[in-house]
């Protein structure tokens, strides 16, 4: 009798690399083929994002730190929940687009199928908040000199860590709701928008919400995020606030896909994955 031939952990790893891939060029595919939804979207966050800034516009004449304080406050959450969004939201389009058995049975690592979702969400989320930010720019003074750059580039990719964790676990809800499951994903992301200091200090919250901050990776992403460009503080001195991101994302990962494994056995016991939504 033949036997399979057995990879080396280098083949073993191109082959994975490329099943990821595959997963990035269905994502884009479907953004591409969905053009429409994407445009109305973009229209509707930047419509969004003007109207905060208009209103710390309104609040003086000196407002240039306001409206630097707002604009960081509105991209970084336009990036952060894109990628939470496009995680808790694969379930949901696999539903959609009638694939979810194909996919979830597939003789494929949930490991390789999650790490080529989250480097579409990446990507995706990169380009979003870049038109995001061109759109501010024509309305606003957007000023950037003394900014450090550096560090704030390494503290929003060191923060995707942590929100891709949280967007996996929020993936749980479309697989065991088939019908609203999707929507209960913005329990999750109005509470970290809520409690996170997006567009006003943290202090300004009750002690209970104030408690809940400490536990929403956006809250170190903005403070990073805003001691880097608004004071233009160095990247070493940056490192203390990215640490905790770097706990949260080193838990939340790991949790996110233990969670996404027990209930995505549990599904397949139930027959969940055959309901449509």
Do not use: C
């Amino acid at each position: 009798m033949s036997q399979a031939r057995s990879l080396s952990p280098v083949a073993t790893l191109g082959r994975e690399a490329r099943a990821s891939y595959a997963f990035v060029e269905r994502n884009w595919n479907l953004t591409k083929r969905y053009w429409g939804w994407e445009i109305a979207f973009l229209i509707y966050s930047a419509a969004s994002s003007m109207s905060i800034m208009f209103i710390g516009k309104a609040q003086g004449d000196d407002g240039t730190q306001l409206l630097l304080f707002l604009a960081i406050g509105t991209l970084v959450w336009s990036y952060l929940n894109s990628i939470f969004m496009n995680m808790a939201e694969m379930i949901a389009w696999e539903r959609w687009e009638g694939t979810i058995e194909y996919t979830m049975m597939a003789p494929i690592n949930r490991l390789t199928h999650m790490v080529g979702q989250s480097i579409f969400a990446i990507i995706y989320g990169i380009i979003r908040s870049a038109l995001l930010l061109g759109v501010l720019a024509m309305f606003f003074d957007i000023n950037l000199r003394g900014a450090n750059l550096i560090g704030a580039l390494l503290t929003i990719v060191i923060g995707s860590l942590s929100f891709i964790g949280f967007g996996i676990i929020g993936a749980v809800l479309p697989l065991l709701f088939p019908e609203k499951g999707e929507q209960m994903t913005f329990i999750i992301s109005s509470i970290l928008l809520l409690v996170s200091g997006v567009y006003y200090p943290i202090e300004v919250l009750p002690g209970w919400m104030q408690a809940l901050a400490t536990v929403s990776p956006a809250t170190y992403v903005l403070d990073a995020m805003r001691a880097a460009i608004l004071d233009g503080t160095g990247t070493i001195d940056l490192l203390p606030k990215m640490l905790p991101l770097l706990i949260i994302g080193l838990i939340t990962v790991p949790l996110g896909m233990a969670v996404f494994g027990y209930f995505e056995r549990y599904a397949k016991r139930t027959g969940r994955l055959k309901r449509s939504g």
